[in-house]
């Protein structure tokens, strides 16, 4: 099967991996635009934090993420895949308690230890380093010859019935609906900023060996660094680092780990998550487009939940399984 992927972020790097694991021919085009996986902070969590409850089918989620990534560890001769255990600071007596309630029923929790009195613990989460991800794989792409980067165009869509693809594969974020020519999904764009910092002097306490959540977050990517994140705003589509949320960041940061020290933020970055409006992504048919397939909608749980619905949209292309009603792309279309 010969088949054509828009879009190189996080959802087409996965599909174009599915599909060269099946020994497909698989094709990727990317406009070159800022993607939200090329920006983001690739954390996986099974634990949702505002009611302490497991997300969407955690453990399903997480065995095909390994699996997934270890994979292409494997194929791209790289680390992406680091385990973290997650700190949650708990806020006030009322939500330790129910913290503690639900350490009793949930098996990714532990309750606060002396050394970290007021922080519960999640075990199975951690990080995915995404820009390494899309680089390494984009090369791989092009040493194949496989990877073109330039936007779509309307010959790649005619290629289908003049029998160049079998199927073509709509990958592409927040900018598919940018595109006219498509039928409209209500995939909505979250705005995020995220800052890369570093440690200028020695500071007691540095959350070092884990991710610490504190309403915002901080991983640590090497000793005396850490991604902190994040913002997120709607109805706001543009891409322009904001002084006002860095500072916000930083004071965030400064009031959860008040020895941390003086900072030094190398990198600030904005992305534009896709996410549509029941949290769900749309995996399947594209509405109303023969041998079209979307995989969008990934949102702010794209690591976790990316590699199952790529390798669902796989068997779906294969037609080896049908789109589930959750997922169905059909839900999403406006009107």
């Known amino acids: 099967m010969r088949i054509l992927v828009i879009g190189q972020g996080l959802a087409g790097t996965l599909v174009s991996h599915f599909g060269l694991q099946r020994g497909w021919d698989v094709h990727v085009i990317d406009a070159g635009y800022p993607s939200a996986s090329s920006v983001a902070a690739g954390m996986f969590n099974p634990m949702s934090f505002r009611r302490i409850v497991e997300v969407w089918e955690a453990e399903e989620h997480l065995n095909i993420m390994r699996k997934t990534f270890e994979e292409l560890e494997s194929i791209t001769s790289t680390k992406l895949l680091h385990d973290l255990p997650i700190h949650k600071r708990l806020a006030n007596a009322e939500y330790a308690g129910l913290w503690q309630d639900q350490t009793e029923h949930l098996k990714w929790l532990l309750p606060p230890t002396k050394c970290w009195p007021e922080e519960g613990v999640v075990e199975g989460g951690g990080w995915v380093n995404l820009p390494l991800l899309l680089s390494t794989w984009r090369t791989r792409l092009i040493d194949e010859g496989r990877f073109e980067q330039r936007p779509y165009q309307d ?82 589509t543009d891409l322009d680092p904001t002084a006002g949320t860095q500072q916000f960041l930083l004071n965030a940061l400064d009031s959860a780990v008040p020895g941390i020290g003086q900072l030094k933020v190398t990198q600030h970055l904005v992305g534009l998550r896709p996410v549509s409006r029941d949290r769900r992504p749309a995996v399947g048919p594209y509405p109303g487009l023969p041998g079209w397939f979307v995989l969008n909608g990934l949102g702010t749980r794209g690591v976790l939940i990316g590699p199952r619905w790529a390798l669902h949209l796989m068997n779906i292309i294969a037609g080896d399984s049908t789109a589930t009603t959750e997922t169905q792309p059909n839900r999403l279309i406006f009107g």
């Open 155 to 236: 010959d790649d869509g005619r290629g289908l019935s003049h029998g160049t693809w079998d199927a073509v594969v709509d990958c592409r974020g927040t900018a598919t609906g940018l595109d006219t020519q498509m039928p409209q999904l209500d995939i909505r764009a979250n705005r995020g900023e995220l800052l890369t910092v570093e440690q200028q002097a020695h500071s007691i306490n540095p959350p070092d060996a884990h991710i610490l959540n504190f309403g915002k977050w901080t991983i640590p990517t090497s000793p005396g660094q850490w991604r902190l994140g994040a913002s997120y705003e709607w109805n706001r």
